[in-house]
């Protein structure tokens, strides 16, 4: 199997727990933002502890690394998926995971790697930016005809265009940072990645959970939806996750790596069907095929012959 193909599994795979981060807050509706925030970032510390603990590889890592990895802790974990939880609250997921789906094309805007043929990737960013329209089309349409709270939607997009931005930031600077250190290993580097997101996700989850979301009864239900959120979210969303994304991200150009990003929005969609029992209108089928299709044509952009 070449590094390559490697690379591009890999990057799907990861996906495909990602968009699990966007069925968890809905179907979990009784846990606040801090409460679901504090649980995948508390699973992710666990696992980082145990896997830093049987460590050696610790001593290759200097203060510039530790700064690095609690930046991109911030923008690719806890921050980011705080503010992710509102933004899914308020805008709800169609849109939220829309506007997420930018991912490629904003991180291929902002890393200016050289493609094999130009023309190709161009074509490919085209197909992309038009599946998301489709969907955003649909997906918008459908919440404002529902009368949803039109001041509380247009706040989660805002929240769901800084996640874009945070994640876009992190996802550009973790690609480059492990290709400059080939000493890292990408398991290694998401443990570190997962205590730095505990410790900073313990303020505002602190704040949250003091003055924003009141008191939750706790019972049966609650404990097990900790538990299954600090499990998924934790275990898989992040670390199992992040080790695969680290490793594509070290495959692959990152351009490329950005959109693989597209697996998230299609399986988060996909997820989202199963949740409400329901089928993709045509538009979004459409829509879905275009977003497929366009990673397809970006795959030949770097990989096909000149």
């Not at 094999?116 to 161009?122: D, E």
């Not at 704040?207 to 998924?232: K, W, Y």
Request: proline residues 4%; aromatic residues 12%; contains cysteine.
């Amino acid at each position: 199997m070449s590094a390559h193909f490697k690379g591009l599994a890999y990057g799907i795979a990861a996906g495909a727990f990602w968009g699990l981060s966007f069925l968890i807050p809905k179907s979990f509706s009784d846990l606040s933002p801090g409460l679901l925030a504090l649980a995948r970032c508390g699973g992710f510390a666990l696992v980082a502890f145990a896997v830093l603990a049987k460590s050696r590889s610790l001593s290759k890592l200097g203060d510039s690394h530790w700064k690095m990895a609690l930046w991109l802790s911030m923008t690719g974990y806890s921050v980011y998926f705080y503010i992710l939880i509102f933004a899914i609250r308020w805008a709800g997921i169609p849109v939220s995971s829309l506007i997420i789906g930018l991912l490629p094309i904003t991180i291929s805007l902002a890393s200016r790697e050289p493609v094999i043929k130009p023309a190709h990737f161009r074509v490919s960013i085209a197909l992309i930016a038009a599946g998301i329209f489709l969907l955003n089309l649909e997906g918008l349409s459908a919440l404002l005809s529902a009368g949803k709270n039109r001041s509380a939607f247009g706040l989660g997009a805002a929240l769901s265009v800084v996640s874009l931005a945070s994640w876009t930031c992190f996802s550009v600077q973790n690609s480059e940072y492990l290709k400059s250190h080939p000493e890292i290993t990408p398991a290694h580097w998401a443990a570190v990645l997962g205590v730095y997101s505990l410790l900073t996700i313990l303020p505002l989850a602190a704040i949250d959970l003091a003055f924003l979301s009141g008191t939750s009864e706790i019972n049966a239900s609650l404990v097990q939806h900790v538990l299954i959120a600090t499990l998924v979210l934790g275990f898989g969303c992040s670390y199992v996750a992040g080790v695969l994304w680290n490793t594509s991200s070290r495959l692959l150009p990152t351009s490329l790596t950005g959109q693989m990003i597209v697996s998230e929005t299609v399986f988060a969609l996909l997820y989202g069907y199963i949740d409400e029992g329901t089928f993709p209108k045509p538009i979004e089928a459409l829509s879905i095929l275009l977003l497929i299709g366009g990673v397809i044509v970006g795959v030949r952009s770097f990989f096909g012959k000149s």
